[in-house]
C-alpha cells in the first residue's frame, strides 16, 4: 500500500543551524510528493511540492527533492530563523484525485 | 482572495449531544474534503466530494457522521450523537480537482471538538 514515514519529534536546533527532516514513502505508481506546515494554532499550508522525479520543490528559503531512486524527500533549509517553529507533514498522491496520504508530522523547535 | 472558511473555530459540547461543522471552500474549486485530525498525528480523511456527490466516503462513520454538500459549494459535517473519542481538529480543505496534476490542496483553520 501506500505510505509516508517521516523522523519522529520534535527536532530542536538553534536558530541559523540547518534544517533537515527525513521523509520516505512507499507508492504504487507515480506519487506527487508535498510538504505541508502547521504552525501553532492555524491550519496546514503547503510548503511546497514536486510532481515528478529530480524535482526540486522550493520556497521560504526550504528545498526538498523528489528522489525516486532512494523513495525520499527530505526537507531541508540553510539556516532556520524561530519563526520556523511548526509542525511539519510530508504527504503524497497517486491518483488523478489528489488523496493525500500522510506522514504522522515532525514537530520543529528553534531556540533562538 | 479568501482561503478556505471554517466555523466554528472551537466547540465544547457533552457527550451523545448533536454538532455541525461548516466549511465555505474556495471560490472555484470543485473538490472539498473533510478530515479529522487527532493530536500529534496527520489528518485522516472522512470524505471528498467532487462538486455535490461524495466521491470517497469510505472512512466516514455512517453510524454518527453526515456529511452534505447540496449545491457544490459550502459543506456541513455533523456527528450525532458525539462521544468522547470524537474530540479532534477538524478539517476542511478545497483543490482545484478534475484531475489537474499536482493540485494541492488548501485548508482551512479546522474546528477543534471537545467532547465532555
Known amino acids: 500500500g501506500n505510505s509516508v514515514t517521516q523522523m519522529e519529534g520534535p527536532v530542536t536546533l538553534s536558530e541559523e543551524a540547518f534544517l533537515t527532516i527525513n521523509c520516505t514513502y512507499t507508492?504504487?505508481?507515480?506519487?506527487?510528493l508535498f510538504w505541508y506546515v502547521q504552525y501553532p494554532g492555524e491550519g496546514l499550508q503547503l510548503l511546497l511540492k514536486?510532481?515528478?522525479a529530480d524535482d526540486k520543490g522550493s520556497n521560504k528559503g526550504f528545498e526538498a527533492t523528489y528522489r525516486k531512486e532512494t523513495t525520499s524527500f527530505h526537507l531541508e533549509k540553510g539556516s532556520v530563523q524561530v519563526s520556523d517553529s511548526a509542525v511539519y507533514f510530508c504527504?503524497?498522491?497517486?491518483?488523478?484525485?489528489?488523496?493525500?496520504?500522510w506522514g504522522a508530522g515532525t514537530k520543529l523547535i528553534i531556540k533562538p | 482572495e479568501a482561503g478556505v472558511v471554517q466555523s466554528p473555530r472551537y466547540k465544547i459540547i457533552e457527550k451523545k449531544q448533536p454538532v455541525a461543522f461548516w466549511c465555505n471552500p474556495i471560490?472555484?474549486?470543485?473538490?472539498l474534503y473533510w478530515y479529522l485530525q487527532n493530536l500529534g498525528q496527520g489528518p485522516e480523511l472522512l470524505i471528498r466530494?467532487?462538486?455535490?456527490?461524495?466521491?470517497?466516503d469510505s472512512q466516514l462513520p455512517k453510524d454518527r457522521f453526515s456529511a452534505e454538500r447540496l449545491k457544490g459549494v459550502d459543506s456541513t459535517l455533523k456527528i450525532q450523537p458525539a462521544e468522547l473519542g470524537d474530540s479532534a481538529v477538524y478539517l476542511c480543505?478545497?483543490?482545484?480537482?478534475?484531475?489537474?496534476?499536482?493540485?494541492?490542496?488548501?485548508f482551512g483553520p479546522g474546528t477543534r471538538l471537545t467532547v465532555t
Open positions: 471560490s472555484g474549486h470543485n473538490t
Open positions: 504527504a503524497l498522491s497517486v491518483d488523478s484525485n489528489y488523496q493525500l496520504i
Open positions: 466530494y467532487e462538486n455535490e456527490e461524495a466521491v470517497d
Open positions: 507508492a504504487t505508481g507515480y506519487p506527487s
Open positions: 480543505a478545497s483543490s482545484l480537482g478534475g484531475g489537474v496534476t499536482g493540485s494541492e490542496q488548501y
Open positions: 514536486a510532481t515528478k
